[in-house]
């Protein structure tokens, strides 16, 4: 009982249960077959592309901040990797370079725009979004006369970012997708820079008084995000051979669904980098899921609607619990 | 260096943002091992006094030693590396990370190496445990608790333990038990007391005459941004002190003329007087 309850306060908690009410849900109403599902991987994939993004985009809401820009620099990253290595064919390096550094960019404009003026980062991110789209749309236009620009992949980076396991239908970026989980796992739970930034979502004045380098960590953040979802569209344009300039508004409430439900505080201080695995994967089985199902597929929006809210519901719930938990009440 | 020379001191501490002048020759000290209260109305100059000592404004006139050396404080880390902590009203804690992590939050001791440094955990909450329980507080035994499952009493506690632990010499608590119910105000002085035995010079801001009372060595009263009245423990009465906090109003006054008003009246107390 100890063991349970205490399982029930930790962040993840919300988002493990999540899994298994949506689990549930489809093999009793929608007859899935749960080894059919655990073999598919169109949820696998896109699981990994979300998730790839929705890491550094925890650590950035744990932090107090928000990204949404993040919707425009997924098409950026891709778009960017075809114009290089595409249309004007230089060599692959070149490319993922240059995508990798429009997210460089992108995220050191926003650092410094939050940490430089008041204005809330959901304004100054939502000012990045539309402001890529029209740099993506406009210089796409511009530079190739398309919105849409082909290109071919040596082998080596067809192997690396862009290509499928073992001959199946499995992308490599879920490998990606799951080394990056530890390594930013390690980096917020044992590490003691997460430490600074769980501070800094919880007082920010009070992290700045400790010495902490507030503004710094929140600069890095930022570039984390934006290079991260550029990271995702160049592997995606590797992979399919092709870019298109799209708007990814999709993208934007996807991940930020996947990294609530993952158990983050949307004001910041609170969250893990387990849940939000967990979480991405609900969301992932959720969407795509809903194929292997007997139900409409139509539907899946509303199912994501009330998982979230209930997630966030169980997530309120437990936060409480987490908070007036006394442990050791035993004498002696 | 004498042992009485005071750790801190300010010299006719003048302080005004423009035009506007908000301490007037501030003069106090504080020796290792005294409590210093600070007492005085809202809107007195308190805070303003607090973030002068504590870094934060540079005084416009006068002087602060340290030591009985003239120092000028970069900003607030160039304090508290002179060993200059101030702790608010609430604690500077983060309610939703466990105590140990609190505790050590910019100085984690870490395990390990190159890249591969963790936070050590255990270590962490072994000595913050350590450390409040030493101050009295001995309802804390698990690091991992948050601290926003503590009492605000325990809150400041912690927050004053890590004070000390990280080798704090001057101890600035602004208003600790203003927020806090009787018996938690009570916690709070026991530790102010703590710290005052193991040599620390306190500086405890307040304007609760009584808790002022139970700790102080030596008081100052602040109005209108100028020191109205400067003694040591056992000077004046609890009702002189708040009589001089009100600023001059005499509360004995105002309960004469109430009285006075009651007995002429057949026990009614006076009508709140309205405009004819």
């Not at chain 2, 620390?200 to 700790?215: G, K, P, R, S, Y």
């Amino acid at each position: 009982m100890d063991m349970i309850s205490s399982l029930f306060r930790r962040p993840a908690a919300a988002s493990v249960i999540s899994l298994i009410g949506v689990l549930f849900f489809y093999v009793i109403f929608g007859g899935v077959d749960l080894d059919k599902l655990s073999g598919a991987a169109s949820w696998v994939n896109y699981a990994a592309r979300i998730g790839i993004v929705a890491l550094p985009v925890a650590l950035l809401m744990i932090s107090g901040e928000i990204d949404i820009s993040i919707g425009a620099m997924i098409p950026a990253g891709a778009m960017t990797t075809a114009i290089v290595a595409g249309h004007y064919e230089l060599p692959m390096i070149v490319a993922i370079i240059a995508a990798l550094a429009v997210g460089v960019l992108v995220g050191l404009f926003n650092g410094l725009l939050a940490t430089r003026t008041s204005v809330p980062t959901l304004i100054i991110t939502l000012g990045t979004l539309v402001g890529m789209q029209g740099i993506v749309l406009a210089g796409s236009k511009l530079l190739t006369g398309a919105a849409s620009v082909p290109l071919t992949s040596p082998a080596w980076a067809k192997t690396v970012f862009g290509d499928f396991l073992f001959g199946g239908s499995h992308q490599v970026v879920i490998i990606w997708w799951i080394i990056l989980t530890a390594v930013f796992w390690f980096f917020a739970h044992q590490s003691k820079y997460g430490n600074w930034i769980f501070a800094i979502g919880g007082d920010k004045v009070s992290a700045k008084n400790a010495g902490i380098p507030v503004d710094k960590i929140t600069i890095l953040l930022f570039i984390g995000t934006a290079t991260s979802a550029s990271f995702v569209g160049m592997c995606h344009a590797i992979l399919f051979n092709s870019a298109q300039v799209s708007g990814g508004m999709n993208d934007i409430f996807n991940i930020i669904v996947s990294v609530v439900v993952g158990g983050v505080l949307l004001t910041g201080g609170f969250g893990s980098i387990l849940g939000v695995f967990v979480g991405t994967i609900t969301f992932a089985i959720v969407i795509k899921g809903i194929d292997f199902t007997a139900i409409d597929r139509n539907w899946a929006n509303l199912i994501i609607g009330v998982m979230l809210l209930i997630a966030v519901g169980m997530n309120e719930t437990f936060r409480k619990k987490a908070l007036t938990a006394v442990t050791k009440k035993k004498k002696g | 260096m004498s042992a009485n020379t005071p750790v801190i001191e300010l010299r006719n501490v003048d302080k005004s943002f423009g035009p506007i002048d908000v301490l007037h020759e501030i003069s106090l000290k504080v020796r290792a091992g005294e409590v210093l209260c600070l007492l005085g109305d809202n809107g007195a100059g308190k805070s303003t006094l607090i973030k002068t000592l504590a870094g934060v404004h540079a005084p416009t006139r006068g002087e602060i030693l340290v030591d009985g050396k003239p120092t000028t404080f970069d900003g607030p880390r160039d304090a508290q590396d002179r060993g200059i902590a101030t702790v608010h009203q609430f604690g500077g804690t983060y309610p939703l990370m466990s105590i140990g992590r609190n505790f050590f939050l910019g100085m984690e001791p870490t395990k390990g190496f190159g890249p591969f440094k963790v936070f050590d955990r255990k270590k962490a909450n072994q000595i913050a445990v350590e450390e409040v329980q030493k101050m009295g507080i001995t309802r804390i035994t698990d690091g991992d608790r948050l601290v926003g499952g503590l009492s605000g009493g325990e809150r400041q506690s912690l927050a004053i333990a890590r004070a000390v632990y990280f080798g704090a010499r001057v101890l600035i608590l602004d208003e600790p038990t203003a927020a806090l119910g009787v018996k938690q105000a009570a916690h709070v002085l026991r530790i102010v007391n703590e710290a005052k035995k193991r040599g620390l010079a306190v500086i405890f801001i307040t304007h609760q005459v009584m808790h002022a009372m139970t700790v102080g060595d030596h008081f100052a009263v602040l109005i209108r941004g100028a020191i109205a009245a400067d003694f040591r423990k056992g000077e004046k009465t609890r009702e002189e002190i708040t009589d001089l906090m009100a600023g001059g109003e005499t509360m004995a006054d105002l309960e004469a003329s109430i009285e006075g008003y009651m007995e002429t009246h057949e026990g009614h107390p006076p009508k709140v007087a309205t405009a004819d």
